[in-house]
């Protein structure tokens, strides 16, 4: 469920990302399954979010657009 939620907030991610994206799943399933999560475990998940572009000041930095579709000359 974690990796569905990342992949909506963050459409620009694809499948390069998934080891980091892998990580910072299951650090967040631990979160929202209320385990004990450390102070290293949340730096990592700060650290992963950061580069996956998931926090404001990151998230200026990622350049991407929705793909378009292509225009169909039959339309």
Do not use: Q, Y
Not at 35 to 57: D, F, I, N, Q, Y
């Amino acid at each position: 469920m974690a990796w569905r939620e990342f992949a909506g907030e963050l459409p620009w991610l694809n499948t390069s990302h998934r080891c980091i994206v892998g990580i910072a799943s299951v650090l967040r399933a631990r979160l929202a399954s209320g385990h004990e999560v450390g102070t290293k475990a949340l730096s990592l998940l700060r650290l992963c979010l950061s580069s996956m572009g998931a926090t404001p000041a990151d998230a200026s930095k990622v350049s991407w657009a929705p793909e378009e579709e292509p225009d169909d000359l039959l339309d």
